[in-house]
């Protein structure tokens, strides 16, 4: 019910623009989150969004390079990345909460897309 795209390889200080479009169910009363895995490392909040698109959540590493937005209209959600780093190299999904504000634990997230491979070569 979610497909994330727009991953693929970039280098070090280059751009990408992952989308999350949702099928199936409407998400507009969703927050929705961002979240990336690297190789042996556990799965981590990115970026989060609340259902009105009014509050935001960044985590530390990506403050100021990634942004997040959603279309409610087009049931989809964006993770604009500047600035890529090697280190943001790992898969990322995307995932809708019933949260009633911002989510940030993969816990209160209930719908999983199926992850995009973004690398970031140096």
């Known amino acids: 019910q979610l497909q994330a795209s727009g991953g693929g390889l970039v280098q070090t200080g280059g751009s990408l623009r992952l989308s999350c479009a949702a099928s199936?169910?409407?998400?507009?009363?969703?927050?929705m989150g961002w979240f990336r895995q690297a190789p042996g490392k556990e799965r981590e909040s990115v970026a989060a969004i609340n259902w009105r698109a009014s509050s935001t959540y960044y985590t530390d590493s990506v403050k100021g390079r990634f942004t997040i937005s959603r279309d409610n209209a087009k049931n989809t959600v964006y993770l604009q990345m500047n600035t890529l780093k090697p280190e943001d190299t790992a898969v990322y999904y995307c995932?809708?909460?019933?949260?009633?504000?911002?989510?940030?634990?993969?816990?209160?997230?209930?719908?999983w897309g199926q992850g995009t491979q973004v690398t970031v070569s140096s």
């Open positions: 995932a809708a909460s019933q949260a009633l504000g911002l989510a940030t634990l993969t816990s209160q997230y209930t719908y």
């Open positions: 199936g169910r409407t998400f507009g009363s969703y927050a």
